[in-house]
């Protein structure tokens, strides 16, 4: 409850925008009130409504008087909305339901929502869960109308830590983690953004605690106190907030069974804050003194735990299921009747509130903020399905054409690795062998047999000195090499190799381009595509790719790769 009751005073000091400042000093005269501005009557109520009702009070009524004086409805309003706050009990709810009906006759739903809000935050600290949950969805319901996201998330934050403390802890975790989205994704509306964001990633790292989920308890709890200040060279406020986290990170530490670490914190913070939050320290010392110390330390923590409860009227806290079994037990075991009646009446009183507290909690969230929840969701279902049945039809076609795309692929690899592995099980030779030249010899081609025997001899000695690997070399620099005439030399290579000029020297190329990869993969990382182009006597990356994969069926690039990794 304490971390609610901190996150309800952010609220009331924020959400109309005003900063709070230090006039905690003398009470003023009714007279000196009046001299003030509705600010500061505002900030006298902020800083007085928990510690001293009556000054509150009496500044609510004086902001309310000067209202009236002005005959300003939405001062009044405002007047009301102070002295909702500045009071307690069935008076403040007055002051609310005044707020409520003003604001309705006005349309002002953020108005509304704030009433509401106002009454469930009362109800809340005066210990009645189901009348604040109540109010507190009308709070969210009319925030929602008036897209207000701010009160929006406010009320959800409060919904759910009602819901957690009462047993819908899942439930309480989404409506935390709602709230916090919609503080996230209005940012830029909210006035003192991170403030009201650390509460939200307060809260979550409680709601995960309550779930023993500690990786997510841990994370949450962490984010917090990188947003806090340092505790020792700020303000109270910050002090309090970081205490809080440390306290809160001892209860993780106490359920990964780190009971040490979370024993020493709590008792260093045990007399910070008293009341709900003193209660629940001294249970979670209480459960570490029965792991480490013996059932007398238990007790002694779990009587004190009696104490305190009994002082604030008995409220529901964790765990408290496992206090008074305990402590009934002791006391029949020594003897002790009379304490052991008490704790039996404490556990029928709790078992009682418990289950009628979560029943009617659970009724009450259901029908009126879950079922509404799930109607609009189901709404926007129906929209954003109408929307898809217009693009499954494009969506199918997708489909079929991805498929249509992946089977092609699958296909041109299966075709790749197979024209790889023909390429690396044969013997890579050029289109003509020289066996085959003798055969064709009596080709006519009006040239002198002796010359064609000598040419084909001379081409033979040239193919094995490697001279096709040069750069600049054409037919008419071949022609003079060999000893012969460009005419002669271009009819001996048609005729007996049975290709032009230039596709028999991309085919020398290419052949020893091969054969030299596959002697030599370890150098293929060491070069470019274009240097080995070059190495082969191409001026050209592109006419290299295209006589390659004109004799083999893929690229160089393909071949290389696949003859690195050695990919068979």
Known sequence: MSRHLSFIALYLSLCFLIIPQNTRGQELSEKALMELSYDSLWIIVDNHWKSDVAYATKAGKTYLKKAKGKNDVNDIKMAYRCMAWATEG?????????????CKNDRDFSGVAEGYYIKGAKYYLEGLPNLSLENLILSYTNAEKADKPLKMASALDLIAGIKSEFGEREEALELQRNALKIITDNKSLIEDYELYRLAMLDGMARKFTRLKKLDSARHYNKMVRQILPSPFNSKEENRRDYIRSQVLEAQINYYDNNLLKARDTLLKYRYFEAGFSEADKLYYLGAIAGKLDGTEKKKYYFELLDSVLFSIDFPIIDHIEEVYPFLAEEALRNNQKDKANTYLDRIVYYDSLRRKTENLTEAITYQELDLPL?????ANYRVEISKMTKTLYALGVFAILALAGL???????????????????????????????????????????????????????????????????????????????STYLSRIINS????????????????YAINYAKAHPEEIPTKSLVQWAEQFGFNSLDVFVRAFKSKTGITPAVFFRRLKKGNL
């Open 90 to 102: 069935e008076i403040s709810q007055t002051y609310a339901d005044t707020v409520i009906t003003l």
């Open 407 to 485: 089977t092609f692929f699958y296909l041109r690899y299966k075709t790749i690795k197979r024209r790889f592995k023909r390429i690396m099980e044969s013997e890579i030779v050029p289109i003509v062998e020289r066996e085959e030249i003798a055969a064709k010899s009596d080709l006519n081609i009006n040239i002198d047999p002796k010359v064609i025997r000598d040419v084909l001899d001379d081409l033979q000695r040239w193919e094995k000195e490697l001279g096709f690997l040069e750069n600049e070399m054409d037919q008419n620099e071949l022609a003079k090499r060999l000893g012969t005439n």
């Open 496 to 511: 007996h190799k049975k290709q032009r000029f230039s596709s028999y020297l991309k085919d020398l190329r290419v052949t």
């Open 374 to 378: 799930r109607k609009r969701e189901n």
